[in-house]
């Protein structure tokens, strides 16, 4: 109850006028009834119902009934002023008031205690206007600040969803992005692969075939010990040009398939770490994935293994493909150190120097 209703309150029950209050569905009056009130039948011998007694208070009471629904069980305030002849005929000015106040039952169910006061034949309504008056202002405050509330979280909401939007739309670009960023990265490590591959290989198998035909014909001890080393440090050259365009972008990714590509690359870690067992399995079911898919699988596995080989301190590794679902499934697992997983759940504590 709000401080307007208890004023009200405390100004009818002080003034002495007709009061009725909500009891089992319907109003009987409270009290003795003011002297004015005989006229229309409202007696201290006997109840008086409020809606049989006066022609006015049915529409009012429906009326206030629908305003206090509204209110959703708020402490609130309906007053009509209205005219009435009497028994004998004669006009009275009369007003009514109801109100309702929090607690207690109420309208339909809802928490709240009805109270209906009739006033009139010559009291003064001077204070109780002016109460009401400040009521009904205040009220009207209440509803504008709560009109202009819900607009601005009206408009937050759609904003954030504006916002939230535009992120999602931001987002896919930049997935959108990455994925073009890297697929042109892997056309150009493949371009440079094919480079190496095709002609600087060539050019070194075809100066070593050179440098052998002139070992084979030199007469001199000397000049043969030189083309020795001479052919030593030009099959190092090819065999690290075959390992830059293996790293860059494998030709036989793009001839052979991942499967392939895959089992050759374990093999190849095998040869150079020959401390650590490598297997790379199958299943032997068709994977028709796509080339671009097949290029970024593979730099997974790569960097999977390199992690191995960096940080797992591992004596065995394995890359398994399958096809699962129509899906393609890369494993890559070893027998490593690991780590403690709850340490990624742990706070990270910081010190300052």
Not at 316 to 337: F, K, N, Y
């Amino acid at each position: 109850m709000n401080d307007d209703t208890t004023l009200i309150a405390g100004v009818l029950g002080a003034m002495g006028l007709l009061v009725a209050q909500r009891v089992e569905g319907a109003y009987r009056w409270v009290g003795t009834p003011p002297p004015w009130a005989e006229a229309f039948g409202c007696t201290a011998d006997g109840p008086c119902d409020l809606a049989e007694a006066f022609a006015f208070m049915g529409l009012f009471l429906h009326d206030a009934e629908a305003f206090w629904a509204d209110a959703q069980g708020e402490a609130t305030i309906s007053s009509a002023p209205w005219s009435e002849p009497d028994a004998q005929g004669v006009e009275h000015q009369l007003e009514a008031v109801a109100m309702r106040l929090s607690g207690g039952p109420g309208v339909a169910g809802a928490p709240g205690r009805d109270v209906v006061a009739i006033a009139g034949a010559g009291v003064d309504f001077a204070q109780t206007q002016s109460i009401l008056q400040a009521a009904r202002e205040r009220r009207l405050t209440v509803d504008r600040e709560l009109a202009v509330q819900r607009r601005v979280e009206q408009q937050l909401r759609l904003r954030v969803e504006q916002r939230t939007v535009e992120l999602a739309r931001t987002n896919e670009q930049l997935r959108t992005l990455a994925s073009q960023v890297g697929l042109a990265e892997q056309r150009e490590r493949h371009r440079l692969a094919i480079g190496l591959h095709d002609h600087v290989g060539q050019l070194l198998a075809a100066a070593k075939l050179l440098a052998e035909a002139e070992r084979a014909d030199a007469v001199d001890p000397a000049a043969r010990e030189r083309l020795t080393r001479l052919l030593t440090v030009m099959n190092q050259a090819i065999e690290a040009t075959r390992t830059l365009t293996f790293e860059l972008s494998p030709p036989m990714l793009y001839e052979l398939g991942l499967v392939a590509t895959l089992a050759s690359l374990t093999e190849q870690i095998g040869r150079q770490h020959p401390s650590i067992a490598c297997v790379f399995r199958d299943d032997g079911e068709p994977k028709a994935v796509p080339q671009d898919v097949e290029v970024v699988f593979f730099q997974i596995a790569r960097e999977l293994i390199n992690n191995v080989l960096k940080h797992a301190q591992a004596t065995r590794l394995v890359v398994d493909t399958r096809a699962v679902g129509g899906e393609l499934v890369l494993s890559v697992t070893d027998d490593g150190a690991g780590f403690d997983a709850q340490t990624l759940t742990e706070p990270v504590l910081k010190t300052s120097l």
